[in-house]
């Protein structure tokens, strides 16, 4: 089982910047990809961006150039660095991380983030 624990959620003005963290624990061996995703409320989870054991990215068009992912694989951490926020990227994100070798999803509890106009 792994566990993802989330950090760094708020609220913040628009144009503002917030840092997502999250890290992982217990049986992580296989884990390649981490990422997050978020969900508007009534909505269904979407990417925002993912990450690769080797530091490929990947991020939803929406969040291109504001959003920087990065992964710190000898920690097993992974953050988003979010600049330029607007109020339309407000919702709760979700720290991911997917085991293949196990066939698991695992996902965080989730933090709100809130960026005011």
């Known amino acids: 089982q792994v566990q993802l624990v989330e950090s760094g959620g708020g609220l913040v003005q628009a144009g503002g910047s917030l840092r997502l963290s999250c890290a992982a624990s217990?049986?992580?061996?296989?884990?390649?990809?981490m990422g997050w995703y978020r969900q508007f409320p009534g909505k269904q989870r979407e990417l925002v961006a993912i990450?690769?054991?080797?530091?490929?990215?990947n991020y939803a068009d929406s969040v291109k150039g504001r959003f920087t992912i990065s992964r710190d694989n000898a920690k097993n951490t992974v953050s988003l660095q979010m600049n330029s926020l607007k109020p339309e990227d407000t919702a709760v994100y979700y720290c991911?991380?997917?085991?293949?070798?196990?066939?698991?999803?695992?996902w965080g509890q989730g933090t709100q983030v809130t960026v005011s106009s």
């Open positions: 991911y991380a997917h085991q293949p070798s196990r066939g698991r999803a695992y």
């Open positions: 217990g049986s992580i061996f296989g884990i390649n990809v």
């Open positions: 990450v690769t054991t080797g530091v490929s990215t």
